[in-house]
């Protein structure tokens, strides 16, 4: 089975604050995501990543940074935290390689939902 | 980039009856079509996918089906139960990257 693990459930922050959300995958994949989900606009891709040191930018990349050192690992940062950053953070992973189609799934965290004071 | 519009946003139907959701995007370019199911309170999970040369899948009670040409697919369940409750997404993908739909909540009343 595929794990992919959120470092925390639950984070409260306070403006202005550097945070940091980090994500560790068990199988080997390539590529890794950070979205975020609100109520009724879906999940929003923030950045992502095809290969170690290697990131681009999603759809809403203001005020976020990422961080890919080793393959296993992805890390979001929230430079200077604003309250309209309050949301629920889902990770996610993808084997990315090979000619299967399988290579396309996208295993998610179970979130971090963050809550800027 | 791509635009995704998915509808209905929410459907109610009575249990045994049928679903149906619909996902239009615009990148000709996409060619994996995924869809996703998300409990309350739980992650997104896969539950169905088509990729650009099938233009149905079916597994069990749930069908996907796609028309490249009009660029949409469908997400269709059958005898709906009320384990089939939850937010579904739909993931139009081009070169492994994703784009979700806003998402159809769909309640099954027993």
């Known amino acids: 089975d595929v794990k992919v693990t959120q470092s925390s459930r639950y984070l409260v922050k306070r403006t202005g604050e550097k945070v940091f959300l980090e994500c560790v995958q068990d199988?080997?994949?390539?590529?890794m995501f950070w979205y975020r989900q609100d109520p009724g606009l879906g999940l929003r891709l923030i950045y992502f990543s095809y290969d170690v040191k290697m990131k681009e930018k999603g759809d809403i990349p203001e005020g976020y940074s990422v961080s890919r050192e080793k393959k296993e690992r992805f890390s979001l940062i929230l430079e200077s935290a604003s309250t309209n950053q309050t949301s629920m953070y889902l990770c996610?992973?993808?084997f990315g390689q090979g000619a299967s189609w399988a290579k396309n799934i996208q295993y998610f965290g179970a979130g971090t939902r963050l809550s800027v004071l | 980039g791509e635009n995704v519009e998915q509808h209905p946003s929410t459907l109610s139907v009575q249990e045994g009856d049928s679903a149906v959701i619909k996902c239009t995007y615009s990148?000709?370019?996409?060619?994996?079509f995924p869809w996703y199911k998300q409990e309350l309170g739980k992650r997104p999970q896969l539950i169905i996918d088509i990729r650009s040369n099938v233009g149905e899948k079916k597994d069990q009670r749930i069908a996907v089906t796609l028309n490249k040409t009009a660029k949409h697919f469908s997400l269709h369940i059958t005898e709906t139960q009320p384990e089939d409750s939850a937010v579904y997404f739909c993931a139009p993908t081009n070169a492994g990257k994703s784009t979700f739909g806003d998402g159809t909540t769909l309640t099954v009343k027993p």
């Open positions: 199988m080997d994949h390539e590529n």
């Open positions: 990148d000709s370019a996409s060619n994996y």
């Open positions: 996610a992973s993808s």
